[in-house]
């Protein structure tokens, strides 16, 4: 099972960018999914999270300005990011809970992606 990440790049402050991260290998499903992300010389925080049903969180940083959103028929989750900020310039990581098969049964587990880096200059 892979994470793969994308959509990271330079933008000005007040811009758009939109990451995406699609789930590939084989596993029985996907719950939860959430979007981090870990400034320079900070601590990874936790951005957006969307449960399988579709209910959603965020940071109060982000609050009104980010979207996360999923298409399980592609196993892929997005995050539409608006009126970025320079404190916005981080490195993006997906995260998901995969359920899949292994020797010990069924179960779920936690997957990362590579990261992607979103800069928003001033």
């Known amino acids: 099972v892979q994470l793969q990440a994308s959509g990271g790049g330079l933008v000005q402050a007040g811009e758009s960018l939109r990451l995406s991260c699609a789930a590939s290998?084989?596993?029985?499903?996907?719950?939860?999914m959430f979007w981090y992300r870990q400034a320079p010389g900070k601590r990874r925080e936790m951005v957006a999270i969307i449960t399988s049903g579709g209910s959603t969180n965020y940071a109060d940083s982000v609050k009104g300005r980010f979207t996360i959103s999923r298409d399980n028929a592609k196993n892929t989750v997005y995050l539409q990011m608006n009126s970025l900020k320079p404190e916005d310039t981080a490195v993006y990581y997906c995260n998901a809970e995969i359920v899949r098969d292994s020797d010990s049964g069924r179960r779920s587990y936690s997957y990362w992606g590579q990261g992607t880096l979103v800069t928003v200059s001033s």
């Open positions: 290998g084989s596993f029985v499903s996907i719950n939860g």
